[in-house]
């Protein structure tokens, strides 16, 4: 699974550039802000049909621009195929694989990537939302009808939720309470039963890298949490959805009174501990690096294990503030499938690591 040639048009700094990417190790470079991160988010985009930097795609095109195209050819299901995706400003964004329209939720089917950036060592410091999205994306690349999932659950949210905020004004609202709370027990089962089988399989794998990393210097524990009436979280969704329906219950006092929705899988979380202490309390700089960096090649373990082919590996500024061996760690863990890396010290990279060399400067590349 890789993309062996990339056209952009229009897409953020980028005015009309093409390049081939080698099938192994590519490595992206130039000074800041010329548009090397761009290129990242544009492969990014072909996996799932938007960015990973912004949730509005008129933000994808560029200045004075009315239209962005991100064109490409793969290789993936032993065949050569050709995506292309358009945005335009105020229409829907069109998409397309050899020529037969798609949707979104249908192209991890054809690529799928796993990203590191920057702001992914918030799956470490930020709150719980963090790291559901982290479960959520993964597991919606391997699974596509989780999208479906995701987008009922937060239909069903934002009404229960609008129902609990208004209904002293509107007592008529509460005639639909327990239909809302019932579709949200129904649609989390299955989430919660997703997540927590992904976690397990993310634990046993990010534990194993992490070892290996820090140099059986610590032990990193992912632990999956949930509604607390959910004694299995990997049991049939019949049995989950029974023990939601009861913690509901229990709380629909509380929910009146608070005017917050209170059981559902957006109570999920990720506990991730290095040697048996709170990494988000506790972790320094590094070990936060190490830990996500870990959990993200643990990611792309579980996707080669399901569907046999290495995702595209993405990974955008992965070796600042990472010593020397453990920079040799990641460059020596990632091989196997295609993979492009950012960075401003090309040589060094390209030699340690035999990649090919793409340089950007202003939006054009240039080598």
Known sequence: MQVSRLFLRGFRNYEDSETELDSGINVITGQNAQGKTNMLEAVYMLTCGRSFRTRFDKELIGFGRDAAEIRAELYSGDREQKLSIILRRGVKKQISLNGVKKSPGELSESLRAVLFCPDDLNIIREGPAARRRLMDMAISQLRPGYVRLLADFNRLYENKTRILRDYRD??????????????????????????????????????????????????????????????????????????????????????????????????????????????????????????????????????????????????????????????????????????????????????????????IHGGTIVK
């Open 170 to 359: 509107n007592l008529s609202m509460l005639d639909t309470l327990d239909e809302f709370s019932d579709g949200i027990c129904r649609v989390s089962a299955a989430i919660i039963r997703y997540r927590a089988s992904f976690a397990r399989r993310l634990a046993g794998a990010a534990g194993e890298i992490h070892r290996e990393f820090s140099g059986s210097d610590e032990v990193l524990n992912i632990t999956y949490k949930t509604v607390g009436t959910i004694s299995d979280a990997e049991a049939p969704t019949a049995e989950i959805y029974e023990h939601l329906c009861e913690h509901q219950r229990t709380h629909r006092a509380v929910e009146l009174a608070s005017g917050t929705c209170l059981c559902g899988a957006h109570k999920d979380d990720l506990e991730i501990e290095i040697n048996g202490a709170s990494a988000r309390s506790f972790a320094s700089q590094g070990q936060t690096r190490t830990a996500a960096l870990s959990i993200k090649l643990a990611e792309r373990e579980i996707c080669l294990a399901e569907t046999g082919e290495y995702p595209v590996l993405l990974l955008d500024d992965v070796l600042s503030e990472l010593d020397a061996r453990r920079q040799e760690f990641v460059l020596n863990r990632i091989g196997g499938g295609q993979t492009l890396i950012t960075c401003c010290e090309d040589e060094q990279i390209a030699k340690r690591t035999g990649g090919r060399v793409i340089v």
